[in-house]
């Protein structure tokens, strides 16, 4: 039996912050006061009775975050080989960067002349992300991955609004990330769907089919959900070229591609980049993102604003873009997500860049090969940054996909993303990364064989995993028809 990196071990208990706490406790003693106390007539209907805040002890709220922190698993955890996320290491030295205290406390309302140094870092982020992708221009407003995939969206309706034109409908192809077809919806487009081919990628001749005048275009993702390239990527975006459409690219598996892809001379107009996946900030429990989407010159009068320009040696908020699609939110994006992404930029450099792409491909095509026989490869063809498994071979022993993650956690692995794609039925979605060497791979494909073993011996130990955890296997499906949000 191969043991993983999780063992069995000390797990504390932790009530809520309300059933913790005791009356006159206190964490912080305010100091006397110098002026005299003024009183404030509330009306307390408007307030009703108010929160009962629990009184605790500096001790008390200590141990209960750190306990707290126990129950959690992140990437400085361990593994976490979660398919088209990305959820690679993140270096410390990029967390330093961003909270160093002149860019951490700059205000979003100075003006320009008193913000060139953050602005300076803006605009070479523009620069760097244009460089790397290969297109003209870029704005960094988008807050996170599917907010670039909207403003992308409004792009598109802001273009054939300004032509003149009325289309209504857009190609989404089955391997798209499972955003894309809800941002098209928000934006006024009708989804309509584009099966891949019998090799995992779309076929220029489906594409053409359906490519008509009333489809603005289509959403590729590129490498696909499968992890792998659509090689007929150029040919594709020619045909919609030629019949009046444009190009969105997902840019979300960035990673597998980094300074090796020119997505402009693939023939994408408008792309995002999830900077929080492939520039290595940390994106775990929900945010914060970054989003940034980069577009060929004919675009760029549209881009959401603001923008940073350079004229001379200033830098400067470009404000006045009559075709933009307007501003996304307040100020100027998740700032801090922007700078660690930079210095990510710098701290590695161009060769290291496309070294650490190369290294996500190697890692992922290690996988893909190590367990090929004993998992069902849905695809049989090299990939890119992750591989695609199913649980065919298993369902002979009434093993699925579920419970194979369920017990890659009593092994101290995060699981793998399953079930998505859906083309793939029971998927096992993996994505190593490059920051994982290969004893750490090994370890982890071992562990996986082990499972896999016990499937054929030891159905039953899979089927109620995970046993060595704080909680045992949940009831997921009630929990999302009745949630408890109340602890």
Known sequence: MTH??????????????????????????????????????????????????????????????????????????????????????????????????????????????????????????????ASLTGMDAVSLQPAAGAQGEMAGMLMFAAWFRKKGEKRTKILIPDTAHGTNPASAALCGFKPVLLQSGSDGTLDAKSVAELMDEETVGIMLTNPNTLGLFEQSIREITAIVHERGGLVYGDGANMNAVMGIVDFKRCGIDIMHLNLHKTFSTPHGGGGPGAGPICVVDELADFLPIPRVIKSGDKYHLQYDCPDSIGRLHAFFGNYGVLVKAYSYILSMGAENLQKASQLAVLNANYIRESLRDVLHLAYDKPCMHECVFSDKKQQEYKITTLDMAKRLIDHGYHPPTIYFPLVVPGAIMIEPTETENKDDLDQFIDVFKDIIQEARENGELLRQAPTRTKLRRLDETQAARKPCLTG
């Open 4 to 129: 993983g990196p999780g063992i069995s071990g000390l797990i504390m208990e932790e009530p809520l912050l309300w059933e913790k706490g005791k009356q006159g406790r206190t964490a912080f003693s305010m100091p006397d006061q110098d002026v005299p106390e003024a009183t404030v007539e509330i009306d307390k209907n408007l307030l009703g009775d108010g929160p009962d805040f629990p009184d605790l002890s500096e001790v008390d709220v200590v141990r209960h975050y750190t306990r707290l922190s126990g129950w959690n698993f992140g990437i400085d955890t361990g593994m976490y080989p979660l398919g088209s996320c990305t959820m690679k290491y993140n270096p410390k030295i990029n967390e330093k960067m961003a909270a160093t205290p002149g860019i951490a406390t700059s205000h979003p309302l100075l003006a320009d002349e008193l913000s060139q140094g953050t602005l300076q870092i803006m605009f070479e982020l523009q620069t760097f992300l």
